[in-house]
Nanobody, 122 residues
Framework: QVQLVESGGGLVQAGGSLRLSCAAS????????KAWFRQAPGREREFVAA????????YYTDSVKGRFTISRDNAKNTLYLQMNSPNPEDPAVYYC???????????????WGQGTQVTVSS
């Protein structure tokens, strides 16, 4: 049974920084592509960033380019999202996803975490 557990969410000041983590257990997912999505109240789940299995390729939605960085440590079976300079458009529940093609479509991933809330204060 694969489990993805996010951590690191919370309240962050606009312009500050926050790092989200997603630890996998039950099966190594070091050979799978992974991604971060987010969902704000009343909105659909949207793509944030993706990374291929080796970490050599990364993709971002335009609104976070230059501010967020996705990375992974396959030895620790952990995915990260470094959030720098968050702004009022970033608050949402952030979800990690794994095991799918590099895709911006959330239906393409087989495993999901439970989500972690990020709130941005001005």
């Amino acid at each position: 049974q694969v489990q993805l557990v996010e951590s690191g969410g919370g309240l962050v000041q606009a312009g500050g920084s926050l790092r989200l983590s997603c630890a996998a257990s039950g099966r190594t997912l070091s050979s799978t592509n992974k991604a971060w999505f987010r969902q704000a109240p009343g909105r659909e789940r949207e793509f944030v960033a993706a990374i291929n299995w080796s970490g050599g390729l990364t993709y971002y939605t335009d609104s976070v380019k230059g501010r967020f960085t996705i990375s992974r440590d396959n030895a620790k079976n952990t995915l990260y999202l470094q959030m720098n300079s968050p702004n009022p458009e970033d608050p949402a529940v952030y979800y990690c996803a794994a095991d799918g093609p590099i895709s911006r479509n959330y239906v393409d991933y087989n495993y999901w975490g439970q989500g972690t809330q990020v709130t941005v204060s001005s």
